[in-house]
């Protein structure tokens, strides 16, 4: 009897939790989190091919709730599961994994099970996978096939990208032995959106504290998410007495994948991406998200929209960078911003977005020391990114190998500057657009300094822009810069020209240029930024 009571005991459990599935709203009161997740599996670890079984699970405590279960199996070939975990068998013998996971946690639990033909003994033929081993021809029991092209919801976009290589044309490709950087694959993603979080400081929260974590993690965010929470608000004249916001800026572990989808914004703070000489953060991959006014109201601008810090093999791709509805080019709003992109150190591929209504917009390296000379230290390559309605440091530069081609360089303002080369920074400049309002003095500044014993050395061909399509002569404070300019062959009064590139990209990456320079500023107008709407979209950049 009292094993019979202890039985009706767990089924009453798992049909609670059956019927918290359906909703991710937060209920009445003060909801109980989940703690523990079991998947019960009534004493059988086998199903046969083309059967369907329905797994429970046991939430602990027994009266948590406001909270959404999300089931996978993994390899997916060899077998299906809903939303109720419901696991229906393919017709492939051999092991499967099944998960259920506490939506927007690491909160899960995982069980073994093995499909088998009617009459055979279950896990003869075949192991269990293990969580993250490889299954066969290299790829892990998350790969899948791409999906037909389509649009984007969250759970499609995750089976579609998770494991899988990707192909940045930069310096991020340069990670695993040139094989490149990869999706995160963990089991589930952790999505967060306005219908599963309507409360902005639950939204916030989940948010923050899914970036920073040990695991891999794969975060699909849509909508916004006020970093501030609720203490800043686009009427930017508007700065609340006392506030710190030095200390809105939230990590970002290793192996993270960020993407946004339905206008997602991240509102009022920033991120970084920080580790140590010793320790750099790695594989991390940003796109499609809206950087919007990463605002300090302290009054002692420090906080940049997304920070790099020994960090390596980082993809920020398709997104947007603005100051929001600060004219940051106006006066005296400089004294509430910093940078919009802070590259300290690190390997870096910044592709294909829209950076804009900024005034001190992108620094590399940030100091003169001779700490900061070691060009090995910062890597990066900036290339299709449409640069509008900016001032200057696009990028600024200090020890570095940069490589920037086929971007948009468009009406910065009086006074300004795009292309800042320091010490000891070495740029191959390659097919770029500068377009009409931007001075031809002002394409490039140099900041190599003759005195410095660390010159710049700027090589480039291929640019076009109003006038004519040279850097070389179109540069402020000559002195202590190297130049080689193929459109210009070599004028005099500007240092020695090397015969070679200071460096090959191509030594160390995969790229190619755009040949239409003159087109550029359509094809970036209208698709530089987070435009990506499909699953093509996505996919367009995955290795073969």
């Not at 939303?83 to 899960?108: M, N, P, Y």
């Not at 999906?147 to 930069?170: K, N, Q």
Request: charged share 20%; with cysteine; proline share 6%.
């Amino acid at each position: 009897m009292k094993n019979v009571f202890f039985k009706l005991a767990r089924l009453c459990a798992v049909l609670l939790a059956a019927f918290a599935i359906a909703g991710c709203g937060q209920p009445d009161g003060i909801p109980v989190s989940v703690e523990r997740l079991e998947i019960i599996l009534n004493g059988s670890s086998g199903i046969e091919v083309g059967q369907s079984r329905t797994l429970g699970v046991e939430v602990f405590p027994s009266g948590a709730s406001g909270y959404d279960l999300v089931w996978t199996v993994s390899p997916e070939r060899r077998a299906t599961v809903d939303g109720f975990g419901t696991l229906t068998a393919g017709d492939e013998t051999g092991g499967i994994v099944v998960t259920v996971a506490v939506a927007g946690t690491q909160i899960r639990d995982r069980a073994n099970l093995t499909i088998s033909r009617p009459g055979e003994y279950p896990g003869t033929d075949d192991e269990t996978p293990d969580p993250g081993e490889d299954d066969e021809e290299g790829k892990s029991p998350g790969d899948v096939d791409v999906p037909p092209d389509g649009p984007a919801d969250a759970l499609s976009l995750f089976e579609a990208l998770r494991g899988r290589r990707v192909r940045t044309g930069g310096w991020a490709d340069y990670a695993n032995g040139r094989q490149g950087m990869s999706y995160t694959n963990p089991a589930s993603p952790i999505v967060i959106c306005d219908e599963r979080f309507p409360d902005p400081l639950a939204k916030r929260r989940v948010f923050t504290d899914a970036l920073n974590r040990d695991d891999p993690t794969f975060i699909i965010v849509s909508g916004d998410i006020d970093l501030s929470d609720g203490r800043l608000w686009d009427n930017s004249g508007n700065h609340p007495a006392g506030a710190d916001f030095n200390s809105r800026i939230f990590d970002v572990g290793s192996n993270t994948t960020l993407i946004g989808l339905n206008d997602a914004r991240l509102k009022f703070g920033g991120l970084r991406i920080q580790g140590m000489a010793s320790a750099p953060r790695q594989n991390v991959i940003i796109r499609n998200v809206t950087f919007w006014d990463a605002h300090d109201s302290s009054g002692n601008p420090g906080l940049d929209a997304l920070l790099i810090r020994w960090a390596v093999d980082v993809w920020v791709d398709h997104n947007k960078f603005t100051n929001g509805l600060c004219d940051h080019r106006a006066a005296g709003y400089g004294d509430w911003h910093d940078t919009l992109l802070n590259v300290r150190h690190g390997r870096v591929t910044i592709s294909w977005n829209e950076i804009t209504n900024g005034r001190e917009v992108l620094l590399v390296g940030s100091s003169d020391d001779p700490a900061y000379m070691i060009r090995e230290d910062r890597r990066v390559t900036l290339h299709h990114n449409y640069f509008h309605r900016t001032h200057s440091r696009m990028p600024r530069t200090r020890g570095t190998q940069m490589h920037i081609y086929n971007n948009v360089f468009r009406d910065v303002s009086t006074g300004g500057y795009a292309l800042g080369p320091g010490r000891n920074a070495h740029f191959v400049v390659q097919n770029n657009l500068f377009v009409h309002p931007i001075s031809n003095n002002n394409r490039v500044v140099n900041w190599g300094f003759a005195s410095a014993g660390f010159p710049a050395v700027v090589w480039s061909e291929g640019n076009a822009g109003f006038g004519d399509s040279r850097l070389v002569g179109h540069f402020a404070n000559s002195g202590g810069t190297v130049w080689f300019d193929r459109n210009a062959g070599a004028p005099s009064g500007v240092g020695s020209m090397p015969t070679v590139r200071p460096w090959v990209p191509a030594n160390f990456y995969e790229y190619a240029l755009t040949a239409d320079v003159q087109g550029l500023r359509a094809l970036l107008s209208e698709r530089a930024g987070p435009t990506l709407a499909t699953i093509g979209d996505f996919t367009a950049s995955i290795r073969n």
